[in-house]
């Protein structure tokens, strides 16, 4: 079996790869099993890594804003096989980009309605970056709206209203593209409670689990305790990165923003993203506060893909996955190669900040480092392999 001295040494190595610091922890239950924090904040190794330090969650986000949307679900706000356009308008008639055997586009009336479980299983084809009319529709919406979502001053709302007018890619359903599906989802979510997406998130799961340190925004004293982010060169040495989708990398998280980007926009610490994942692992209830159903979530950790779906599903680490609502399912442990049970759930951002939720053994792990396009299956599947050695 392994220990958490194994634990202490992956950090380290992971450290001696030249990314500035790692923190872990590790949870059965409500019981902590290990919490460790090795390295800096910085590049320049002068400011230590510790417990209250902050980092960018990326795609993290996803998880959040898709349990927002599960809670609504069920508080009988909507049924998953409701047409957005009940809850959004301008989605009722939409268009679709359509290419020609000549290699020409068309813009076409699409045959099929978006349902709001295509939102969470990211069906809906609003991702591109060629000549089609779905990739220059995106161009001109945001240049409409005022530029970049990150530094204009437009919100989450808007930007998804304006959406609608874009053509998409494929028929809603039918095929599966990494994109915009959750964000439209977390504008229903708005839609049907009449809060902010930060807010509902805020009344609905920071507070009641007492996460302090989550949010869209920088508050007092924040910027001096994110930690700095990193990207490997070709001759694998680090610099720092300054930039994300080319915007400046922080500037979403700008105290004035308009914008809560809802698939990638989270600021937290280790321990609120424990908490979070932990009360996931514990059925949707942490020390006494029930959070979301039990059954709900077993629904949001269904596999969702389709056998054409699963060859698009490609990444960096969704070997052996699925994918439900809004999160990557384990199915099959033979193809993953590594350590977990059917049904753990989760997900990871950008700069490498990693989540996992195992219902099965009420284990979770929360891991955190600010390495832009990291080799997750490096990272993640040794510190599974050890975590999962402790039980």
């Known amino acids: 079996m392994s220990t958490t001295k194994d634990l202490d ?76 356009y009940e809850y959004l308008p301008e989605y009722r008639h939409m268009k679709l980009s359509v290419k020609q055997p000549d290699g020409s586009w068309t813009v076409e009336d699409a ?13 809906v084809g609003f991702y591109a970056f060629d000549d089609s009319p779905t990739a220059k529709g995106l161009a001109e919406c945001h240049e409409k709206l005022g530029g970049s979502k990150f530094q204009a001053d437009y919100s989450l709302r808007e930007e998804i209203r304006a959406l ?36 509902y998130m805020k009344k609905n799961i920071f507070e009641p689990l007492g996460m302090q340190d989550t949010g869209f925004r920088f508050r007092p004293g924040w910027r001096e305790r994110l930690a700095e982010c990193v990207r490997r060169k070709p001759d694998g ?53 029930r959070i979301v159903g039990r059954k709900t979530l077993e629904l949001m950790r269904q596999d969702l893909l389709t056998a054409d779906m699963k ?37 990871e951002g950008a700069a490498g900040a990693w989540m996992l939720a195992d219902p099965a053994e009420k284990l979770s792990i929360a891991f955190m480092i600010q390495d832009m396009m990291p080799d997750s299956r490096y990272y993640n599947n040794r510190l599974r392999a050890v975590s999962y050695g402790l039980l």
């Not at 400011?47 to 959040?64: C, E, G, Q, W």
């Not at 309605?113 to 069906?123: A, E, I, Q, V």
């Not at 060859?311 to 099959?332: A, M, W």
């Open 164 to 199: 609608a007018e874009v053509p998409m890619l494929f028929e809603p359903g039918t095929r599966w593209q990494y994109g915009y599906g959750i964000d439209i989802m977390a504008v229903v979510v708005e839609v049907t409670s009449g809060l902010s997406l930060g807010e």
């Open 311 to 347: 060859k698009e599903f490609i990444g960096p680490d969704t070997k052996g996955y699925g994918y439900g609502y809004g999160v990557r399912t384990y199915v099959d442990p033979a193809a993953g190669l590594s350590s977990g049970s059917v049904g753990e759930f989760g997900w």
């Open 111 to 123: 045959k099929q309605p978006m349902l709001m479980k295509h939102l969470f299983n990211m069906n």
């Open 9 to 84: 040494r992956l950090l380290q190595r992971f450290v001696d790869r030249g990314i500035p610091g790692a923190a872990l922890s590790v949870y059965r239950g409500e019981k902590k099993l290990y919490e460790g924090f090795c390295g800096h904040r910085d590049l320049a190794r002068t400011r230590p890594l510790t417990a209250d330090t902050l980092f960018r969650m990326h795609s993290i986000t996803k998880v959040y804003s898709s349990l927002c949307g599960m809670m609504e679900y069920e508080r009988g706000a909507f049924l998953m096989d409701d047409p957005v």
């Open 237 to 289: 040495t680090v610099e720092l990165c300054s930039d994300l989708l080319g915007d400046p990398l922080d500037t979403m998280y700008r105290e004035e923003a308009a914008y809560e980007a809802a698939d990638a926009g989270l600021l937290s610490t280790l321990g609120d993203l424990q908490v979070f994942s932990a009360m996931l692992a514990c059925g949707g209830t942490w020390k006494g506060e």
